[in-house]
């Protein structure tokens, strides 16, 4: 699956090189626990290949068109918050493709498989409320703030859009 400047394909374990340099990043970690080992990458890997081929739906390796670079993910997957099942869309870009337009593009994208392949009325994001770029992508996209609330052990904003 493509846009204009991106391919977005589902996690393949030959992305795990690429995957540990961009979550291995600090400051792209910023708003996790820490920064993911090698290890950890892993399971981040296993987890969405496995979710994706359980429910269709996952987090997928967002890949520069032109090179085949990967550049991080993007997808939807189940949550649960405030004890209701929600279909969350988050992505995670590595820093030096941060401010290109990368996420928009993926985030734009995944509205409308998630829509037209997936059959969703609505779609979440769960926000850190200090990830001020999250929030601008967020309302950028139409997203609206829905409420605060505590998930992962800490306070998120959830954003909420009908599709």
Request: hydrophobic share 35%.
């Amino acid at each position: 699956m493509e846009t204009y400047r991106l391919k977005i394909r589902p996690y393949q374990m030959t992305d795990l090189e690429s995957a540990v340099t961009i979550f291995s990043d600090t400051e792209m970690m910023t708003y996790y626990p820490a920064p993911f080992s090698k290890q950890k990458t892993m399971e981040w890997l296993e987890w969405s290949i496995e979710h994706y081929q359980r429910n269709g739906m996952g987090l997928w390796a967002v890949c520069l068109k032109e090179t085949g670079q990967l550049i991080g993910d993007c997808g939807i997957v189940q949550q649960v918050i405030d004890g209701e099942q929600k279909y969350e869309l988050g992505y995670h870009i590595a820093r030096e493709y941060w401010r290109k337009g990368y996420g928009s593009e993926a985030t734009e994208f995944m509205l409308d498989y998630g829509k037209s392949t997936l059959g969703l009325q609505e779609l979440v994001s769960i926000i850190d409320p200090m990830n001020t770029a999250s929030l601008k992508l967020a309302e950028k996209n139409h997203f609206h703030k829905l409420k605060n609330t505590v998930i992962f052990d800490k306070e998120h904003v959830i954003y909420q859009k009908f599709l």
